[in-house]
């Protein structure tokens, strides 16, 4: 229904930045949300930060304040940007995107973006 593909990882120093972009295409139905999640390794993956067609936007208590997530309608493109990045931060970043499927929220996934970062 969606095709969503990241890119922007990478190997970063404790307090550098790096941006992840989650570009949407062959969209075939309505995208409701979009938004950020992260696995590290030996643990769940957890909503990083979300933000709606409306522009609401929401973020996991540990990223308040360093990381921003915007979103390009036009160009069906989500963007994270991490600032003060931080050890714990390390894990692969997956892009979602939220579509409506006859009248259901269902979830459309990317195939993630490795960020590491360096203490």
């Known amino acids: 229904q969606v095709q969503l593909v990241e890119s922007g990882g990478g190997l970063v120093q404790a307090g550098g930045s790096l941006r992840l972009s989650c570009a949407a295409s062959?969209?075939?139905?309505?995208?409701?949300?979009m938004g950020w999640y992260r696995q590290a390794p030996g643990k769940q993956r957890e909503l990083v930060a979300a933000?709606?067609?409306?522009?609401?936007?929401s973020y996991e208590d540990s990223v308040k304040g360093r990381f921003t997530i915007s979103r390009d309608n036009g160009k069906n493109t989500v963007y994270l940007q991490m600032n003060s990045l931080e050890p714990e931060d390390t894990a692969v970043y997956y892009c979602?995107?939220?579509?409506?499927?006859?009248?259901?929220?269902?979830?459309?996934w990317g195939k993630g973006t490795l960020v590491t970062v360096s203490s």
């Open positions: 933000i709606t067609t409306g522009g609401s936007t």
């Open positions: 062959r969209i075939t139905l309505r995208i409701n949300a």
């Open positions: 979602n995107a939220v579509v409506d499927f006859l009248g259901r929220d269902i979830d459309q």
